[in-house]
């Protein structure tokens, strides 16, 4: 198994090309939008040259690296030769079942379809395909270069989410009850739980869109109350305000800084 496929050049798409073509696959990186495309190439060039400067790489790997790495916009043609295609697109039901339908009929009938979904059901995928034996869930984690861990089992949520929503959703919570206030919150579970990023922050780097979706797809699959999203994560989603990716969520996310400044409206 040599020929790669993924669909999707955001976060976790590129994450996932970086991360075949660094092990020695051929990866065909595919999106709709070629500006999404170039974007994911400078992305994981940046973060070659970061593994230069610690020294775990070569000038020469990078190099190699980014010539196992192909771009297209034509599913049709990306996945035509693939042994294996990771569709790595937002986590939208609808929008996953379209993509499998796709890759279904332009695959070969033997090519393994992966799906990164991080929470929703692998059987309601498969049976959008005519090869549901050939469908498997595989869910990176953020940043995919870095964290050493694909979770398969197929339950809402998996293990990772179902443990981590839940704790977001409550921080969000804990703030819109005005418990605490951003920073508070963040510094207690840094301090106090020795937590790396406080849940805020994280709901941020993931999305908070993405975090809205899979409480959604957690609520819907196991019934149960305790996922039910705040009304905050709610209204801040639809107001566009969703984290890294827009420049403003729990925080003002300027690219280039590191700093970490609340939202003028959580001040």
Known sequence: MKEIAVIGAGTMGNGIAHVFAQSGFNVTLIDVQDAALERALSTIGRNLDRLIKKEKITEADKEATLGRIRTSTAMDEGVANANLVVEAATERTDLKLSIFKAMDAAAPADCILATNTSSISITQIAAATNHPEQVIGMHFMNPVPVMKLVE?????????????????????????????DVEAIDTVMKLGMAHPMGPLQLADFIGLDVCLSILRVLHEGLGNPKYAPCPLLVNMVTAGHLGVKSGQGFYVHTRGSKDLVVAPNFR
């Open 152 to 180: 398969v089992n197929d339950y809402p949520g998996f293990v990772a989410n179902r443990i981590l929503m839940p704790m977001i959703n409550e921080a969000i919570i804990t703030l819109h009850e005005g418990v605490a």
